[in-house]
Nanobody
Framework: QVQLVESGGGLVQAGGSLRLSCAAS????????MGWFRQALGKEREFVGG????????YYADSVKGRFTISRDNAKNSVSLQMNSLKPEDTAVYYC??????????????WGQGTQVTVSS
């Protein structure tokens, strides 16, 4: 069973950048469709973006499209979320997730513990 650990969160000013990483053990991430989600305080968890397991196609929520980029580093068995032009409304706990299904917007089976991202205005 794959285990996921996120890192890279922190405090950044609006307009800045952060890069989150999701490292895996117990499985090879290139065999998984990977997703990033976030949950702001008092709100439901929402989909941020994902990368498919076979084609490498990426898909993003409208709220982050053009600002966030997901990529794989197969050598490090990790997936990254590059976040640019950050806004205060991007403040949330960010989670990576994995599934062996092909759909990026479907159900995810494995989740990390989350990392806090705070964007100050």
């Amino acid at each position: 069973q794959v285990q996921l650990v996120e890192s890279g969160g922190g405090l950044v000013q609006a307009g800045g950048s952060l890069r989150l990483s999701c490292a895996a053990s117990g499985g090879t991430l290139s065999s998984y469709t990977m997703g990033w989600f976030r949950q702001a305080l008092g709100k439901e968890r929402e989909f941020v973006g994902g990368i498919s397991r076979r084609s490498g196609i990426t898909y993003y929520a409208d709220s982050v499209k053009g600002r966030f980029t997901i990529s794989r580093d197969n050598a490090k068995n990790s997936v990254s979320l590059q976040m640019n032009s950050l806004k205060p409304e991007d403040t949330a706990v960010y989670y990576c997730a994995a599934t062996q299904r092909f759909s990026i917007v479907g159900t995810y089976d494995y989740w990390g513990q989350g990392t806090q991202v705070t964007v100050s205005s």
